[in-house]
């Protein structure tokens, strides 16, 4: 019985760590009519972690037929998270497509 209790607060405590020196995300979710293949997850930036900075940055992007990222527009967000944002959607690559379009994608950052 001891060593399940000492086991859960050992777990417990490493859990802690790592949402303490990661714990933050970014979750981006699509808007338009062609899907990502290729995502990359933004770095949320150290100066964000320090004055614990969470939000949503919204970026146009101008999408190539051939799937991949000619252009970014952002069209909200803190400052502090826009560049890692752009620095994300910069690598990301769509479906290919018959002609070039314009999807919005929202990236939800937040501290855990």
Same mark, same amino acid.
């Given at each position: 019985?001891?060593?399940?209790?000492?086991?859960?607060?050992?777990?417990?405590?490493?859990?802690?760590?790592?949402?303490?020196?990661?714990?933050?995300?970014?979750?981006?979710? =699509?808007?338009?009519?062609?899907?990502?293949?290729?995502?990359?997850?933004?770095?949320?930036?150290?100066?964000?972690?320090?004055?614990?900075?969470?939000?949503?940055?919204?970026? =146009?992007?101008?999408?190539?037929?051939?799937?991949?990222?000619?252009?970014?527009?952002?069209?909200?967000?803190?400052?502090?998270?826009?560049?890692?944002?752009?620095?994300?959607?910069?690598?990301?690559?769509? =479906?290919?497509?018959?002609?070039?379009?314009? =999807?919005?994608?929202?990236?939800?950052?937040?501290?855990?």
């Amino acid at each position: 019985m001891r060593i399940r209790v000492l086991c859960r607060r050992v777990t417990a405590a490493f859990v802690l760590t790592l949402v303490l020196l990661h714990g933050v995300g970014a979750l981006a979710q =699509e808007e338009g009519s062609r899907k990502a293949k290729v995502r990359v997850t933004p770095v949320y930036p150290d100066l964000a972690r320090k004055m614990n900075v969470s939000g949503t940055v919204k970026i =146009e992007v101008g999408v190539a037929p051939d799937g991949t990222v000619k252009q970014t527009h952002v069209i909200g967000g803190h400052p502090v998270l826009v560049q890692a944002a752009e620095d994300a959607i910069k690598k990301w690559k769509f =479906e290919a497509g018959s002609e070039a379009t314009t =999807e919005t994608v929202v990236f939800k950052f937040k501290t855990e």
